[in-house]
């Protein structure tokens, strides 16, 4: 099992599927020491992996569970975990509640977004309520929640010592052994620019000296990194607007959109060198990125 081991105490829990360049994409934090706590649990298809992880690593109790927010691949299995630790509390913004009592939207939402992807993840079951904390008022731990909801309303980041669990706040990371980084938006319909940089900013402001992505991996080069991203936000927030004044269709527009944008932003600069099935699946991402600027833009 690919268990990494970030720190003494930090560890990176790749759960792969079975799906063109999504190994690795999806993965869970571990935090194990005087208290036991993940940061997401990943979809449901790969909670034996994590359950196996675990078991690797002699966790036998979880003090929380941390959910940045809800999307079927950060939170879709955590019904099967809570099945495993029924006692664990289950920390995420208390919008997403009703939604976790009762995931039937959020999977049809899900099934209808991401179609084959979604199937592939598995159906997502429901947790009592009677676990669910709300992170806006939790402090168990020392852990410190802050309220981002760049990505999607109900994102919430989480600071533990040196340590900042962004999930996709801060963008989808990829590192390569050379040190350099692939680096892209994660702004999905309907997503509001000045949301999505007031997400980073707040970021910016907690002092860490760990960035943990929700996709995929570690940084230290922190708050480079996050500084970066905001200005590839506005970046393409412009080069966006200006390929929807000269594009006929949607596809022509996604197509020229990505074309200009690989061209221009140097936090892309290492698509080539990706995986082909890298490259497919941030395809179908990097659309979607592309299609919340435009929902954005042609409402401002």
């Known amino acids: 099992m690919n268990i990494i081991e970030i720190t003494k105490n930090l560890y990176l829990i790749p759960l792969d599927q079975n799906l063109p360049g999504f190994k690795p994409f999806i993965a869970s934090w571990l935090y194990k020491g005087e208290k036991n706590f993940l940061v997401d649990v990943g979809p449901a298809s790969t909670i034996p992996v994590l359950l196996n992880a675990l078991e690797t690593l002699d966790v036998t109790s979880l003090d929380a569970v941390l959910l940045t927010h809800i999307h079927i691949d950060h939170a879709g299995g955590i019904g099967d975990l809570s099945s495993r630790f029924p006692d664990t509390p289950i920390v995420c913004h208390n919008s997403a509640f009703p939604h976790l009592k009762d995931p039937s939207r959020l999977w049809e939402g899900s099934l209808k977004t991401l179609g084959a992807i979604a199937q592939a993840y598995g159906p997502i079951q429901p947790v009592r309520e009677s676990l669910l904390c709300d992170a806006a008022q939790f402090r168990d731990f020392g852990i410190t929640p802050f309220l981002t909801p760049g990505h999607a309303v109900h994102h919430v980041s989480y600071l533990f010592g040196d340590y900042l669990?962004?999930?996709?706040?801060?963008?989808?990371?990829?590192?390569?052994?050379?040190?350099?980084?692939?680096?892209?938006?994660?702004?999905?319909?309907?997503?509001?620019?000045?949301?999505?940089?007031?997400?980073?900013?707040?970021?910016?402001?907690?002092?860490?000296?760990?960035?943990?992505?929700?996709?995929?991996?570690?940084?230290?080069?922190?708050?480079?990194?996050?500084?970066?991203?905001?200005?590839?936000?506005?970046?393409?927030?412009?080069?966006?607007?200006?390929?929807?004044?000269?594009?006929?269709?949607?596809?022509?527009?996604?197509?020229?959109?990505?074309?200009?944008?690989l061209q221009k932003d140097p936090l892309l600069a290492r698509w080539d060198q990706m995986d082909a099935g890298v490259r497919q699946r941030e395809t179908t991402f990097f659309h979607n990125s592309i299609r919340g600027f435009v929902g954005y833009l042609k409402e401002t």
């Not at 080069?221 to 949607?250: G, Y």
């Open 165 to 261: 669990f962004g999930g996709e706040a801060g963008g989808v990371f990829t590192e390569f052994p050379d040190g350099s980084c692939y680096l892209r938006p994660a702004t999905p319909p309907r997503f509001f620019l000045e949301t999505g940089v007031q997400s980073v900013e707040t970021l910016l402001q907690v002092p860490h000296k760990l960035f943990c992505y929700g996709h995929f991996g570690v940084t230290k080069k922190t708050p480079e990194l996050l500084k970066a991203h905001k200005r590839q936000l506005f970046e393409w927030a412009d080069i966006i607007r200006e390929q929807m004044r000269t594009a006929d269709t949607e596809a022509e527009m996604l197509a020229n959109c990505m074309k200009t944008l």
